[in-house]
């Protein structure tokens, strides 16, 4: 609220790839799109990028959708674990629900343009490249299986908060640290040619990466959620 005047936020969700060596079985599912291998890795952090939840295990090639869809971040929001009014923040590669809001594809003059302005100022990129500037490894490729390689992004997460926690200071920021996902969708300020052109390839790759029986996300905010499957729950790390 401090910080964007947006009520109820608890957090600002995000992805992240991590290289890896190639793997020597399914191979072909740890190609990203920028053509790596890697660990997609869901990651959610606080205002302070104290890191409140980490999803480290699934192949590069893995849509964040998919991955949000399968997370048990969504059944603890789904089945009122955590309270009503309570929001995660997320770009608009994420669908929209209740709890979890997205920006403004055409903002509208007024309420909605601020909106996105105070959206905008909770972008988690920082938080993600805090954690890559204190563990170089992550910047890198790791040369280990996908299973180790996983351990190791979740033991660096868990370091990153106790980091946090004993007030150790950050490393110092050199140009290139920051994280350089591609994963964000749009810029909320790009002239309104360039946020359709973007809306269009977003709408394309959930077309390209939809599961059957998943329905189509709405991107609005306010839009209703499509069908849910069941799925499991996953550790979650506070």
Same mark, same amino acid.
């Given at each position: 609220m401090a910080i964007a005047g947006? *009520?109820?936020v608890v957090g600002?969700?995000?992805?992240?790839?991590?290289?890896?060596i190639a793997p020597s079985e399914d191979e072909h599912a740890y190609v990203n799109r920028k053509k790596i291998h890697s660990i997609n890795t869901q990651i959610v952090f606080d205002a302070s990028y104290t890191i409140l939840d980490i999803v480290a295990k699934w192949p590069g090639a893995t849509h964040d959708l998919w991955i949000l869809q399968e997370s048990g971040l969504r059944l603890l929001f789904e089945s009122h674990h955590v309270p009503a009014?309570?929001?995660?923040?997320?770009?608009?590669?994420?669908?929209?629900?209740?709890?979890?809001?997205?920006?403004?594809?055409? *903002?509208? *003059?007024?309420?909605?343009?601020?909106?996105?302005?105070?959206?905008?100022?909770?972008?988690?990129?920082?938080?993600?490249?805090?954690?890559?500037?204190?563990?170089?490894?992550?910047?890198g490729?790791?040369?280990?299986? *996908?299973?180790?390689?996983?351990?190791?992004?979740?033991?660096?997460?868990i370091l990153h908060?106790?980091?946090?926690?004993?007030?150790?200071?950050?490393?110092?920021?050199?140009?290139?640290d920051d994280d350089?996902?591609?994963?964000?969708?749009?810029?909320?300020?790009?002239?309104?040619?360039?946020?359709?052109?973007?809306?269009?390839?977003h709408h394309q790759r959930l077309q390209d990466w939809q599961e059957p029986g998943l329905e189509k996300e709405q991107q609005e905010p306010g839009g209703q959620e499509g069908g849910e499957q069941e799925h499991h729950h996953d550790c979650q790390m506070k």
């Amino acid at each position: 609220m401090a910080i964007a005047g947006l *009520p109820g936020v608890v957090g600002v969700i995000d992805g992240t790839h991590v290289r890896i060596i190639a793997p020597s079985e399914d191979e072909h599912a740890y190609v990203n799109r920028k053509k790596i291998h890697s660990i997609n890795t869901q990651i959610v952090f606080d205002a302070s990028y104290t890191i409140l939840d980490i999803v480290a295990k699934w192949p590069g090639a893995t849509h964040d959708l998919w991955i949000l869809q399968e997370s048990g971040l969504r059944l603890l929001f789904e089945s009122h674990h955590v309270p009503a009014g309570c929001h995660l923040l997320g770009d608009s590669g994420n669908p929209c629900r209740t709890w979890l809001l997205t920006p403004y594809i055409h *903002p509208q *003059p007024g309420p909605q343009l601020n909106y996105n302005r105070g959206h905008k100022k909770s972008v988690v990129e920082r938080g993600n490249g805090q954690m890559k500037r204190r563990f170089h490894v992550l910047h890198g490729e790791i040369r280990l299986t *996908p299973e180790k390689a996983s351990r190791i992004i979740t033991v660096c997460a868990i370091l990153h908060n106790l980091c946090k926690q004993q007030n150790i200071p950050q490393p110092e920021e050199n140009e290139g640290d920051d994280d350089d996902d591609d994963d964000n969708d749009d810029d909320v300020d790009a002239a309104a040619d360039e946020e359709m052109l973007m809306e269009q390839n977003h709408h394309q790759r959930l077309q390209d990466w939809q599961e059957p029986g998943l329905e189509k996300e709405q991107q609005e905010p306010g839009g209703q959620e499509g069908g849910e499957q069941e799925h499991h729950h996953d550790c979650q790390m506070k």
